[in-house]
Each structure stands twice: as structure tokens, then as C-alpha cells.
């Protein structure tokens, strides 16, 4: 590696192993690969970081890269460009290269933007500090001998609702942290010293992967290369364990990695302590009685339903926030009876539009104004349900009644009536569905989770190459929508035979 920018310091403060192994490692590279969903989020920040550099109409754009760039932000700023967009800069081993720079011609000097593709502002030590991030470029743009006044974040505003057209004054917030950043900066200085030490130097024994010490959602992607002592389910996948974080240390330094070895006298939550027993003994803790009660309290006709949505940072349509998912597609399996047919309805929005009103009237053509609805997670539709209310006044009482009738399934398994050692203390329904139901598998359709599910219809339905590529994705679409619905009937049978 030759420099240091300010992505490969954020992930040295994040894993300093696992940003070494990044840059030393290159036989490891598929490790670094980006999931669906991540790479929605560059995505969206590019697009987010697109539609910003309208605030500054005059910018111009450097689009070399390294010592390239750096000469051509050189004459930029001798000539007293007013507005730079990633003007970049090389002090010592590190690399800036900046959203926008402006040039105060009154004080003489150049204000610092960074654009993030968030919502709010990050900061005190919160996943992706801005602070942090912002502190990195004011030092190195110092240390190159820029005079520079103030440092602002611009963010999404998220309370702000687009109308016919997108306003982008108020699409956007600023925030001035110049004070925060120049609080900040002696302790800044000493961690980008110390991500020099670790990260130019060959041995990566050095380093540590101190992920060891977090859940399982925030290991770093080279957990497993750094700590092959760790089993592939382990303590940190105890529910709940990343917010416990003296349990996990403890854990840890005591030397217990596998679940297997916690003491049966070890304090864990109920939860937890379920987790442990069911995976000890291989025997599922099965409440029949608790259970019969939940599924003898739903309502025929069962309307098993599900959506999927799509929450772009830039709103697409009138009445939406950003990031506020948009609900382009529903699943619906119908059961009026216990000795019934079971029926399937379907929706799938193709045009480039507001998907609302057709989603609503497709719920209105099939749910009547009787029996439950459905769901896995509960919270999720409902929210949706309740933000097309908003956007559609007359319909509120309809999804209103809607939701007053939801019987969320997932509450089952979150209530541990049914813990089974399969679900490794899940209650997603990917993690239950192959355990009741090992005949049912996503692992066969083209289209296997929901971040893969948006980004295909974002990309290959709204913005399609061919009318053969559109088609092609709306089938896939289609039946991965339908085995959501499909599998929570199945689970739903499957635990009708267990009482």
C-alpha cells in the first residue's frame, strides 16, 4: 500500500487486522466482497453524494485519482476555484479526498463538506463516526498547508417529505462541527499515527482481531482467518450478546468460545439460557399448550401476506422520505377455512411509479373485513401499512382495520414457545423454515433474501436493460415473494400437528 485514506482509517479503527489483511492479503479478496445490501448502501451514497454537489451549482469535479489528482487540486486552488469537488491531498503516508471544497474569499481560507448518505449525524464513537471521518481530512488538508475555516457534514433531513419535484435546500441538512473536530484532533492525530504503525509494517501477528470481543453482526470479515478457534456457532451467536458486553468479555477471557462450554450455573438471560440448554441436550423446548392457545385465538379466513419494499435515500415519488421503503410487490395465500383450499394472490409493480394506490387495491380486492392477517415481524408491516395511510387519506380506515387484525407468527418463536436448536437462538423465519420445514428451501430460486429482492427490482424493473431482462426478474420476484407467504403457512401447519 502506499497511502492511507480515509476508508482504509475507518476500517483500521473498526478491525486493525482485518484492515491489514486487506491490503496484505490479496489471496483473500473474495472475503471483501460486498453483500447485496451493501452494496446498496454505496449505491445510495452515491446518489446521495450526486444530488448534494447541486447545493454547490459552481463546483468543478476532479476525476484523476492519487498524485494525478493532487496536481490538478493544486492549480484549482492557486487559482482560487470557488467550489472543488474531491480535491485531493497526500501529507506523509495519508490520503484526503474531499466531497467539497469551497473557497472563503472573505476570510480567505477553505471550508471543508462532507456529504454522508445517512439521515442524522454520527457521531461519539457511533458506527462510521462522522466526527471522526471529517477530523481526518481537516488534519491532513493542515498538515499539507491549507488555511482552513469551517468543516460541516451534509445529511439527508429526515423529516423531509418531496413533492412533485425534489427541493434540495431542504432535502439536506448541514452541520457545522468545526469545535468538535478541532476537540478532537490531538486524539485523531495519535490514532492515524498508530494506523501508520500497524498498517505499513509486515507482520500481521502483530495485530489482533478484536472483533472477538463483539457479536456476531459486527465481526469483520475475516473473523474466521483471524480466530479459527472460534466454532462456527459460538457464544457470539447467544441472542442478544453484542448488548451485553461484560457477559462477552468475560466469556471470552474465561477461555469459553463454544456454547457447549458454558457452565450450567453461568448467568444468562432466560432467552439465553434457553439457547444454551436446547443446543446442550439437542432436545427442542415445545410449549404445546402456550401454542394452541396462540393459534386457537386467530380468525379464519388467515391471510398469510408479506411485502417487499424498496427504501431508496433519494425519494423517488411524491409523499416519501428518505429511506422510507416503498412497497412495489405482495404475497398473499388465503386460507378461509381449516379444511379449505388454500388460494395465492399476487402483486407486482412494474411501472416507474408510485406503487401505493395499486398496492392498496390489491389488498382490497382479496382481504375481507373479516379474519387475520398474517405476518412475520409484524412491526415491519404494519409500518408500511400505516405510512400508505398517510399517503392515502381514504383508504386510512381500511389499512387501519388492517392492521387492528395482524397475529404476527414470528411471535411464537420470540415468546420461545418453540426453541429448537436448528433456529441457533433465530427466530427469523430463513432460520425456522428449514428446520419444520426441510422440503422448502430459498437455496434453489434465484432471488434468496429481501436485500437482493429491492435491488432487482430497483435495478432490473425500474430500470431495466431489456424488456427480456424486466420479465425475467419479475418472475424471479415473484416466486420468492410467494415462498415467503407459502413457508408461514407451512410453519403454521406444521405447528397445528404439534398440538
Known sequence: MNYITKTIYLEFLACAKNAWLKQHKTELASKFELSAFEKSLVANGNLVEMWARKLFPAGLLIEKFNEEAVKET????????????????????????????????????????????????????????????AAFQHIVLRDCGMKIGRVSIIHL???????????????????????????????????????????????EKALECSCIYHGRSNHCSTFHYSHPEVPEYSIHDLSRIGLSKKKLIDLV?????????????????DIQRNQVNVHKSQIPIIDNISIKAELDSMNYPLY??????YPPAIPLFKGFKPYQHIP???????????????????????????????????????????????VWNKTFEQGRNSEMAERSPEDKEFLI????????????????????????????????????VPSLSYQELEIQE???????????????NSEGEKNETAKNLLKYCYLDTYAMYAIWKELLKLV
Not at 497526500?90 to 454522508?116: G, H, P, Q, T
Not at 398469510?304 to 419494499?309: G, N, P, V
Request: net charge negative.
Open 328 to 374: 412495489f410487490q405482495l404475497s398473499l395465500h388465503v386460507l378461509n377455512s381449516s379444511d379449505g383450499d388454500l388460494e395465492h394472490h399476487e402483486y407486482l409493480h412494474i411501472d416507474n411509479s408510485d406503487p401505493t394506490k395499486d398496492i392498496i387495491s390489491a389488498l382490497k380486492e382479496t382481504i375481507g373485513p373479516e379474519g387475520n392477517i398474517v
Open 401 to 436: 382495520d388492517i392492521n387492528s387484525r395482524v397475529y404476527d407468527l414470528m411471535d411464537i418463536f420470540q415468546k420461545q414457545l418453540h426453541v429448537h436448536p436448528g433456529f441457533k437462538g433465530k427466530v427469523s423465519i430463513k432460520k425456522v423454515l428449514p428446520v419444520l
Open 450 to 464: 429481501g436485500g437482493s429482492a429491492m435491488e432487482a427490482w430497483f435495478e432490473k424493473i425500474l430500470n431495466a
Open 74 to 133: 493544486a492549480r484549482y486552488i492557486e487559482s482560487r476555484q470557488s467550489v472543488i469537488f474531491q480535491a485531493t491531498f497526500i501529507s506523509d503516508k495519508f490520503l484526503a479526498r474531499n466531497d467539497v471544497l469551497e473557497y472563503d474569499e472573505k476570510n480567505d481560507c477553505w471550508n471543508l463538506y462532507e456529504i454522508k448518505g445517512t439521515n442524522t449525524l454520527r457521531e461519539n464513537g457511533e458506527d462510521r463516526d462522522h466526527i471522526e471521518d
Open 157 to 203: 433531513n429526515k423529516d423531509y417529505i418531496r413533492g412533485d419535484d425534489i427541493n434540495i435546500h431542504e432535502l439536506f441538512t448541514i452541520d457545522d462541527v468545526t469545535d468538535k473536530i478541532i476537540e478532537r484532533e490531538v486524539v485523531t492525530r495519535e490514532k492515524m499515527n498508530n494506523a501508520v504503525d500497524a498498517l505499513f509494517q509486515g507482520d
Open 253 to 269: 477471557d474465561s477461555g469459553i468460545l463454544d456454547i457447549n462450554d458454558i457452565p450450567d450455573d453461568y448467568k444468562l438471560s
Open 304 to 309: 398469510f401476506l408479506d411485502y417487499e419494499t
